[in-house]
């Protein structure tokens, strides 16, 4: 490399010890700071135009600069206050991953390429599987997160069961669906009505729909099915989807990107029973299995349709400068199972942290996510102030204050997040505006939950008597 592009050996490990240290103090400081730090486009603007640096500056201040002035202003993900979104934790092994991966800078897409990092990719992903039940044979690959895994397994479905030619392919979905996977569908090509949007995903209803569609001439092929829907955690029938997929032969897939990983409790095996029975399932370990972003995950019953989905032998216009990197013999090349060609070694955190901390540990901890939902609810149903509006469903809580409609649900949530130590989220449930928790983040203690509760409490009777005062 050209010693412009070179540091010492030494300043590299200055340097290295410099950022751990700066990791490091960010992730056992995360209570002391605030949940959330809110910068404007202009403020930002002042801090990073500048004219293209043409010329060096000292690294070490350019990291520090990062980590004091540009790190700081966004929501602490992993901070124990944080109860909004799907929140992330993170974990210390899994940056170690990373810092591996980007560090040997190795690519597991060719076996020839990156043998070694593929071969973690493999069995990673079959470990997944397993940890979800799915049939010895099941595995997949990683992607930078859900919308990706399930854009591969819809895309892998459809090849799968209409070929070519797609006209008159329809996939059923309830109202709930994640929007990122509906944009996924947009993208794959698939036209608004081909893809049917249902209030109920009850076996009976999707039976129907299958029905009408195949006598006006229409192609069902797939029904997908939320496990852990991202607004209230619902769970779709999943065994009597299972079975009308059997009986119709349909595909059918399950985005558990947040609550797929509910499986490695006994609790959530039992609310995701019938998930096993997917032909492909998507798992967001950088939700529920606390890996930094980003990765994503796509498990199918039988490897092989994407192998066919996507081999890169289907798409190639011209000449074989490839060649060299094609596997050979019980070798995969895994950039033949998926739409990304080039990747990171993004399963080396995972694989870490699962060995490092043993999978008991992320068991505990996904239980802790549960018991804390479920706490939440008794304390709300307890409550002479609050309304139980759905839930305890994997890690997520609706919840009203009774004080009054959704102003004053909005002015809680505005309040509670004015407040710097906690962010919890709003979302519509039957028309109307709830709060609603995500407790997964393991930081978080039954002590904070509580305070958050008994701020809302507070927060709607003071909404309420404002409300009151206007009106008078
Ligand atoms: C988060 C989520 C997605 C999108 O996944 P990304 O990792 O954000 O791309 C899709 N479906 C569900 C149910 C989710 O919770």
Redesign the pocket.
């Known amino acids: 490399m050209s010693e412009q592009l070179d540091l010492p050996p030494e300043r590299m490990r200055e340097l290295g010890y410099q950022v751990v240290d700066l990791v490091v103090d960010h992730l056992t400081g995360l209570r002391e700071q605030p949940v959330r730090t809110l910068a404007t486009p202009a403020e930002l603007r002042d801090v990073l135009t500048e004219p293209v640096p043409e010329q060096p500056a000292d690294p070490g201040a350019l990291v520090e600069f990062l980590a004091r002035e540009v790190l700081p202003r966004s929501l602490r993900l992993g901070h124990p206050g944080c109860l909004a979104f799907?929140p992330s934790a993170g974990n210390f092994l899994g940056v170690l991953g990373d810092l591996l991966a980007s560090g040997f800078n190795v690519s597991p897409g060719a076996w020839p390429v990156g043998a070694g990092p593929a071969a973690v990719e493999l069995v990673t992903a079959r470990w997944l599987a397993a940890l979800l039940g799915l049939p010895e044979g099941a595995g997949g690959v990683f992607t930078p997160?859900?919308?990706?895994a399930?854009l591969t397994a819809l895309a892998a479905a459809r090849d799968d069961r209409l070929g070519a030619d797609t006209t008159g392919g329809v996939l059923y979905c309830s109202d709930q669906t994640?929007p990122?996977?509906l944009r996924a569908c947009h993208v794959l090509g698939l036209r608004q009505e081909q893809v049917r949007i249902l209030p109920e995903m009850t076996p009976r209803a999707v039976r129907v729909e299958v029905h009408a569609d195949r006598a006006a001439g229409l192609r069902p092929f797939l029904v997908l099915a939320?496990a852990?829907?991202?607004a209230t955690g619902a769970v779709d029938p999943l065994p009597g989807l299972a079975a009308l997929c059997r009986e119709e032969r349909l595909w059918l897939h399950v985005?558990g990107?947040?609550?797929a990983a509910a499986a490695l409790t006994d609790r959530g095996r039992e609310v995701l029973r019938g998930l096993a029975a997917a032909d492909s399932v998507?798992i967001?370990p950088?939700?529920w299995l606390f890996q930094p972003y980003e990765i994503?995950c796509v498990l199918v019953r039988d490897p092989e349709v994407l192998r066919r989905a996507f081999t890169i032998d289907r798409f190639r216009a011209h000449g074989d400068y490839l060649a060299i990197s094609r596997p050979a013999g019980a070798e995969t090349n895994l950039s033949d199972h998926g739409v990304q060609f080039t990747t990171e070694a993004r399963a080396l955190k995972l694989w870490l942290s699962l060995k490092g901390f043993g999978v008991a540990a992320f068991r505990a901890a996904i239980d802790r996510g549960l018991d804390h939902a479920e706490h939440v609810a008794r304390r709300v149903a307890d409550s002479p102030d609050l309304d139980l509006v759905t839930g305890p469903s994997l890690g997520i809580v609706c919840l009203r204050h009774r004080a009054g409609g959704d102003d004053v649900q909005a002015a809680i949530c505005r309040e509670i997040n004015e407040s710097g130590h906690t962010l919890v989220a709003t979302t519509t449930v039957d028309g109307a505006l709830a709060l609603r928790l995500c407790t997964i983040n393991p930081r978080t203690t039954e002590a904070d939950l509580d305070r958050v509760l008994a701020a809302i409490e507070r927060a709607g009777r003071t909404a309420s008597r404002a409300r009151a005062a206007a009106e008078r």
């Open positions: 799907i997160g859900g919308t990706l399930n994640h990122a996977v939320n852990g829907t991202t985005d990107a947040h609550g998507v967001d950088h939700k994503g």
